[in-house]
Nanobody, 121 residues
Framework: QVQLVESGGGLLQTGRSLRLSCAAS????????MAWYRQAPGKQREFVAR???????SYADSVKGRFTISRDNAKNTVYLQMSSPKPEDTAVYYCYALLKRSVLAAPSDYWGQGTQVTVSS
């Protein structure tokens, strides 16, 4: 079994920073990339940021320059540093990983349970 467990969500005001963490555990051979998505009430889940095993990153335009994704490969953990948050960043944030459980296995999708982030003005 593979689990992704997020932590670090909560309530914050604009101008404050927050860091989300997501740790992957279980039977993992290699992680291709990890990412963060979010879903606001009444909206579809949307991409936030992604980081590959080699450290290449990409961001949604809405968070570029404000959020930073990073990764600790040794710990199978990904982070999302949220700086200059806005009320429109309020959402449930989900961790995602594309990984292989063995050398012969095909890459598979895994999701965390989500962590609520609420930004007040």
């Amino acid at each position: 079994q593979v689990q992704l467990v997020e932590s670090g969500g909560g309530l914050l005001q604009t101008g404050r920073s927050l860091r989300l963490s997501c740790a992957a555990s279980g039977s993992i051979f290699t992680i291709n990339f990890m990412a963060w998505y979010r879903q606001a009430p009444g909206k579809q889940r949307e991409f936030v940021a992604r980081i590959t095993s080699g450290g290449s990153t990409s961001y949604a335009d809405s968070v570029k320059g404000r959020f930073t994704i990073s990764r600790d490969n040794a710990k199978n953990t990904v982070y999302l540093q949220m700086s200059s948050p806005k009320p429109e960043d309020t959402a449930v944030y989900y961790c995602y990983a594309l990984l292989k459980r063995s050398v012969l296995a095909a890459p598979s999708d895994y999701w965390g349970q989500g962590t609520q982030v609420t930004v007040s003005s």
